[in-house]
T-cell receptor, first 117, second 112 residues
Framework: GAGVSQSPSNKVTEKGKDVELRCDPI?????LYWYRQRLGQGLEFLIY????????KSGLPSDRFSAERTGESVSTLTIQRTQQEDSAVYLC???????????????FGQGTRLTVV | TQLLEQSPQFLSIQEGENLTVYCNSS?????LQWYRQEPGEGPVLLVT?????EVKKLKRLTFQFGDARKDSSLHITAAQPGDTGLYLC????????????FGPGTSLSVIP
């Protein structure tokens, strides 16, 4: 596709349920990021993929959070046993990392707004 | 881990006023980026600054990278309501797999 696509755009779930969020990055982009953004706040780093590998998972807040990427393309972020504090917008970004001194542009999806009730 | 700080956190000004927002770090970044995020949307890149002391202009927006490459500023001249949004600086954390990290952002509101 032309841009980063995330689904669903909105998700309301009951506390304790599992949810799966999907990200389709721009074709050919090797780097993929997941961020969390609470209302009125900045971006909280969750996890970073290079290809299908995740060299940095340091931002995942607990073991209820996991993510995978397959085919150097689609990624899913899974939150198990959701809690109310998980309510936020989850943003996915991809970039075409080529190295060098200049950081490459990160292209963002519109996010998934998760509400845990 | 490298960190980015931004100030002010919130800014509310009248249309036509000038403003400056800041991005600071205790460590050197090889380059920094500025993004703007509008409500309900993902952030969109405005500019990348690479060279210490570099100044880039984008219409009414002027971006500067500090000589030591540890800080950057964004100056907006004659702010318009369309400038309203969250302004985020970002850079690659060279101590941690070169992942892109973001500052907490400056939320700007321009009142007509």
């Amino acid at each position: 596709g032309a841009g980063v696509s995330q689904s669903p755009s909105n998700k309301v779930t009951e506390k304790g349920k599992d949810v799966e969020l999907r990200c389709d990055p721009i074709s050919g982009h090797t780097a993929l990021y997941w961020y969390r953004q609470r209302l009125g706040q900045g971006l909280e780093f969750l996890i970073y993929f290079q290809g299908n590998s995740a060299p940095d998972k340091s931002g995942l807040p607990s073991d209820r959070f996991s993510a995978e990427r397959t085919g150097e393309s689609v990624s899913t972020l899974t939150i198990q046993r959701t809690q109310q504090e998980d309510s936020a917008v989850y943003l996915c970004a991809s970039s075409d990392t080529e190295g060098g001194a200049e950081v490459t542009e990160a292209f963002f999806g519109q996010g998934t707004r998760l509400t845990v009730v | 881990t490298q960190l980015l700080e931004q100030s002010p956190q919130f800014l509310s000004i009248q249309e036509g006023e000038n403003l400056t927002v800041y991005c600071n770090s205790s460590s050197v970044f090889s380059s920094l980026q500025w993004y703007r995020q509008e409500p309900g949307e993902g952030p969109v890149l405005l500019v990348t600054v690479v060279t210490g002391g570099e100044v880039k202009k984008l219409k009414r927006l002027t971006f500067q990278f500090g000589d030591a490459r540890k800080d950057s500023s964004l100056h907006i001249t004659a702010a318009q309501p369309g400038d309203t949004g969250l302004y985020l600086c970002a850079g690659e954390d060279e101590t941690s797999y070169d992942k892109v990290i973001f500052g907490p952002g400056t939320s700007l509101s321009v009142i007509p």
